[in-house]
Nanobody, 130 residues
Framework: EVQVVESGGGSAQAGGSLELSCKGS????????VGWYRQLPGNECDLVSS???????WYEDSVKGRFTVSLDYAENTAYLRMNDLKPEDTAVYYCSADVELQLAGRDRSVRCQKPDVGYWGQGTQVTVSS
């Protein structure tokens, strides 16, 4: 059974840090593109960072230099380290594992947890106060 379980969300002050984790089972991240999305109320999921199976990373402009995506292959867990958090980072964050390795060609705004985009986590709330 495929599962993607997220953890690490919560509250932080502006300028603080949080690290989200995304543990996969039933598949391996070695053979997947990782996507980290966030959803503002009433919006679709917007891609903020990705890590392709070939190691190539991508960051949305507003998080460049502040967010870092990584993988622990031994633990089959993806991470999103978020530093220098801003109130506008407040959102529900989702990770996805695209085992079709098509993330680079997909829309960067998608319906959250859309099945054909990949395996999704349950989402975790991040709240940043000023």
């Amino acid at each position: 059974e495929v599962q993607v379980v997220e953890s690490g969300g919560g509250s932080a002050q502006a300028g603080g840090s949080l690290e989200l984790s995304c543990k996969g089972s039933g598949f391996t991240f070695d053979d997947a593109d990782v996507g980290w999305y966030r959803q503002l109320p009433g919006n679709e999921c917007d891609l903020v960072s990705s890590l392709a199976s070939d190691g190539k990373t991508w960051y949305e402009d507003s998080v460049k230099g502040r967010f870092t995506v990584s993988l622990d292959y031994a633990e089959n867990t993806a991470y999103l380290r978020m530093n220098d958090l801003k109130p506008e980072d407040t959102a529900v964050y989702y990770c996805s594992a695209d085992v079709e390795l098509q993330l680079a060609g997909r829309d960067r705004s998608v319906r959250c947890q859309k099945p054909d985009v990949g395996y999704w986590g349950q989402g975790t709330q991040v709240t940043v106060s000023s």
